[in-house]
Structure formats: structure tokens, C-alpha cells
């Protein structure tokens, strides 16, 4: 019997391990409900003549809004649904489609569907309901901010975002005061045309010269809702001479005017 040598191989385990049989089938892969939801999507799809070339996006619209059903309940659930419908209602697709296949999700998602939404309660989504605006605050632009277009509203962290076309600055302001959190040079161009509108066109904003007298009218509809003198006191803006700009957020809550000439911007809040 020889000696065990300080650099023999180990031939026998040191340690042991129990492997217990493949469990992989006991566990639903988080795909399959999914892939399952495709078939009554493409049956959806085709009940209502859509082209099978927007398909695709229809089918991630479904698993999207399905991914919602799974994750969320109560008002986050609501919130979550209709943002999901806002954005692809912003890339063009067809507000019926889009219901149509967030009731085919929460039927995979084995969720009742008792929220149903209407075109018009899509909208009202959009674009709020409104009908007077008025004075927010004045802010006071530097010699080379120009038109300023809203980039965004965000009443959660309040603050306005817009940015000018000359030089290209990024303001960032408080939405309740005014005060100026930055101011940021960027690369990027916008078109002279300011977004003078909502997001589907529901209100309207301009500034007429009224018998010398500039004045901001606010349409909705189509119809003249309301009229503001920008002559009279805290705005007292007195030139009809030279350019105005009017950009209005998207849902047509806020209403952002700039003077060409005293080079001030003007926010009105509508309720």
C-alpha cells in the first residue's frame, strides 16, 4: 500500500448534490398567455377589415395593453389603459381598433371588461374640457429667445417646458410661478410655425389686432369661446405692429403667448 502523494487527483466527490427530475413543466412560461391572445387578435383584426400589414402594430398594441391587464388594478389600471390608447392614437391608428383589442386583452387576461371607452371619451381624454383661461404669469426672455413652442406640461412635478426657434434654447420654468428652473442651449431646429392648437384641434388660439387693441381669442369647436385683452394691466401689451406667437399644450389647458417686441411670455391656465 503506497503512500497518497500531496498532488494525487482527487478521484472520489467531495461533495454530493440530490438533482431532483426537470421541473421546467411545472412552471407556465409568463409568454403563453401572450402568444395564446395572438389568434383572437388576428380574428379581431380581420372581423373588422383591417390590412394585414398593420397587423404588427395592432398585435403590440394587444400585448402592451395585455402586460397592463396583468400588472396593474384599480385607477392605475384605468390610467395605464388610456395612456396606452393616447400614444397609439398618436401614431395614427384607429381609435375603434384599438377598444375593439383592449377587450380581446382582458378577456386573455381573464379580467371583466366593464371600462369600455367611446371615440368621444378618448378624446375627452386628449384634450380636456374647458372653458375660460386666465393669467398665470409673466416671464421675461432674454435678447435671443424667440417663439417659444410647449414641449410639455407636467402638473405632477410643476413645471412648463418649451423651447424658442432662434438659438435653440430649452426653458424649463415653475408652472405655477414662472420662475426660471433653465435655460438650455440645444442643436435642435424647429419650424417658425408655432403649434397654435390642441391636439386634435379642439381649441384654437390667435392673437387679431382688435381695432388697434391686440387681443387673444380662444376658440373651441370651432366657436369663439373667450376673448383677452392683452393691452389691459398685468399683461398691458400695446403694439399691433409687431409679430405675436401663441403655442397651446396639447390637451388646451395652458395657452403660451410671446411678444415679439418686449420679448415676454405669457401663460393662461384654462378650467
Not at 435671443?144 to 414641449?151: A, K, P, S
Not at 402638473?155 to 435655460?183: C, D, H, P, V
Not at 406667437?245 to 396639447?250: E, K, N, Q, R
Amino acid at each position: 500500500m503506497r503512500r497518497v502523494k500531496k498532488y494525487d487527483h482527487n478521484v472520489i466527490p467531495i461533495r454530493f448534490k440530490l438533482q431532483l427530475g426537470d421541473m421546467s413543466g411545472r412552471i407556465e412560461s409568463p409568454l403563453d398567455k401572450f402568444v395564446a391572445c395572438e389568434t383572437p387578435t388576428m380574428n379581431k383584426l380581420a372581423d373588422l377589415g383591417v390590412p394585414t400589414e398593420e397587423y404588427p402594430y395592432y398585435i403590440g398594441f394587444m400585448k402592451e395593453m395585455l402586460s397592463i391587464y396583468l400588472r396593474f388594478i384599480g385607477d392605475t389600471l384605468i390610467r395605464e389603459r388610456v395612456n396606452l390608447l393616447e400614444e397609439y392614437l398618436l401614431r395614427g391608428k384607429d381609435v375603434n381598433v384599438l377598444i375593439a383589442l383592449d377587450e380581446v386583452a382582458a378577456g386573455c387576461a381573464g379580467v371583466p371588461y366593464v371600462f369600455i371607452l367611446t371615440c368621444n371619451e378618448v378624446k375627452a381624454c386628449l384634450e380636456g374640457d374647458y372653458t375660460s383661461w386666465v393669467y398665470q404669469w409673466t416671464f421675461v426672455g432674454q435678447q435671443w429667445d424667440f417663439n417659444g413652442h410647449i414641449l410639455r406640461v407636467d402638473e405632477t412635478n410643476n413645471f412648463i417646458q418649451f423651447i424658442t426657434n432662434n438659438y435653440y434654447r430649452l426653458m424649463k420654468l415653475n408652472l405655477t410661478t414662472g420662475a426660471l428652473i433653465s435655460r438650455t442651449d440645444t442643436l435642435n431646429d424647429l419650424s417658425t410655425s408655432v403649434t397654435n392648437r390642441s391636439l386634435l384641434g379642439k381649441y384654437v388660439a390667435y392673437v387679431l389686432n382688435d381695432g388697434g387693441i391686440p387681443k387673444l381669442l380662444i376658440e373651441k369647436d370651432g366657436t369663439l369661446q373667450q376673448t383677452i385683452n392683452l393691452s389691459q394691466a398685468p399683461i398691458s401689451w400695446l403694439s399691433t405692429s409687431e409679430v405675436y406667437y401663441v403655442s397651446v399644450s396639447t390637451d388646451g389647458k395652458y395657452i403660451l403667448v410671446w411678444n415679439d417686441n418686449v420679448r415676454e411670455y405669457v401663460l393662461f391656465k384654462g378650467s
